[in-house]
């Protein structure tokens, strides 16, 4: 291959892989506009890569050139850390790639909130931007905690500077294994724009695996350390607050 070429075709990949990163903490628009997330435990599952404690899978989605997939790890992390990084309206900064802006909309519970995000592209790609509607569920006695992301893009007037994302969908799932933190993560995600199915799938896999990796880090910090979750009386997860927050 020529150097011209070369160059041009890892241009395009950057700019593909730009596109998919700004559409992975996205959520999903209506329902009946395309099929459910695959099952979590379905056999369709195809093992693509795995590095350290980090597995990435992909299937075939009906109805979509585009795979979903699914992301399986575990975090060298407390979950009370991993929470206090997801529930930070701010945090897409330090752990989702490319992203730019990042902060919370509306005042609502903690249980189900807003948030807007900016997500920078490579040229000749619009930046993308998103508001996602966060439901968070958690379970004291199985200590499990799910986090599932609508996008609502009529939440928010839109800016002419960029391209408001409106299809996707994302499941995550937090489990504690002692002072680590099991994290399932399955998305589909049909992005708009001319963009070639296959060529997006053979990007799919180390978008997830460098988000995964980044929030083991960001989780590290000492700014989310101390964080406490805090249950209902009926066993039912309301907040992730610190030691000093009444």
């Not at 990435?56 to 009906?62: E, G, K, S």
């Not at 945090?91 to 919370?104: A, D, F, H, K, P």
């Not at 998103?130 to 992301?149: C, K, P």
Request: glycine share 6%.
């Amino acid at each position: 291959m020529s150097k011209t070429g070369a160059h041009g075709l890892r241009r395009w990949a950057s700019v593909i892989s730009g596109v998919i990163c700004a559409l992975l903490v996205s959520a999903m628009a209506a329902a009946t506009a395309r099929a459910a997330l695959p099952a979590e435990n379905s056999e369709a599952w195809k093992l693509r890569k795995e590095v350290g404690d980090i597995r990435i899978y992909t299937t075939d989605q009906n109805d979509s050139s585009f795979q979903a997939f699914k992301a399986e790890a575990l975090l060298d992390a407390p979950i009370e850390s991993v929470m206090a990084v997801m529930v930070n309206p701010a945090s897409c900064v330090e752990w989702v790639l490319n992203c730019t802006e990042s902060y919370g909309v509306d005042k609502n519970s903690f249980n189900d909130r807003y948030a807007y995000s900016v997500n920078d592209m490579p040229w000749p790609v619009t930046d993308r931007d998103y508001v996602l509607r966060i439901r968070t569920r958690g379970n004291e006695s199985s200590g499990e905690i799910t986090m599932e992301m609508s996008a609502t893009p009529g939440k928010r007037a839109e800016n002419s500077n960029r391209v408001r994302v409106d299809r996707s969908d994302t499941l995550y799932r937090f489990t504690p294994e002692g002072r680590k933190t099991r994290m399932i993560w399955v998305q589909h995600t049909d992005p708009n724009g001319a963009l070639p199915g296959w060529l997006v799938n053979t990007l799919l896999v180390d978008i997830p695996l460098s988000s995964m990796q980044e929030l083991q880090r960001t989780a590290g910090l000492e700014q989310y350390q101390g964080f406490r979750l805090v249950y209902d009386e009926d066993g039912q997860l309301v907040d992730v607050r610190q030691p000093h927050d009444n």
